[in-house]
């Protein structure tokens, strides 16, 4: 495995400012955050937007550097008054869970707009996200996992 990137709260901030001007025109209706990943940048997104319609759905594909087999989908939200939601995660990495998790919400609400964001992805990601600011091949220390374990 390469050397790990170490990404800050100020990393995070600036990119979240910088997606901003996108998240904007694409005016979501809610923010779906995929836990645990997604969780610092959605509320970050939903602050600035000033949304109060924020969501988790819990997705387990990884233990500390352990890829699972199969991606394990939970506590899928109710949105079905929404038109266009955002989902957010930390990373798309091989994108099998944001693979999932948007088959999912397309079964169960056919009719809602659905567009995903992620800080980071990977080129060799099965999707790629419709907002995004920065590709990797590394492993990612994310502040919200790391800092306080230090």
Do not use: H
Not at 89 to 112: A, C, H, L, R, W
């Amino acid at each position: 495995m390469s050397e790990k990137l170490y990404y800050s709260y100020y990393d995070c901030v600036n990119d979240c400012k910088t997606l901003l001007p996108s998240i904007n025109t694409y005016n979501p209706d809610a923010i779906i955050a995929i836990a645990r990943g997604g969780m610092i940048l959605a509320q970050l997104i939903s602050e600035a937007v000033n949304l109060r319609d924020i969501y988790t759905i819990n997705c387990i594909s990884y233990d500390e550097e352990k890829k699972f087999q199969e991606v394990d989908i939970f506590n899928i939200p109710d949105v079905k008054d929404k038109k266009r939601i955002l989902i957010v995660d930390d990373i798309i990495d091989s994108g099998e869970t944001m693979n999932e998790v948007i088959k999912i919400f397309k079964q169960k609400y056919p009719y809602i707009d659905i567009k995903c964001l992620s800080i980071f992805y990977k080129d060799t990601a099965i999707i790629k996200p419709n907002f995004a600011i920065k590709q990797t091949t590394q492993w990612i220390d994310f502040f919200w996992e790391v800092d306080l374990k230090k």
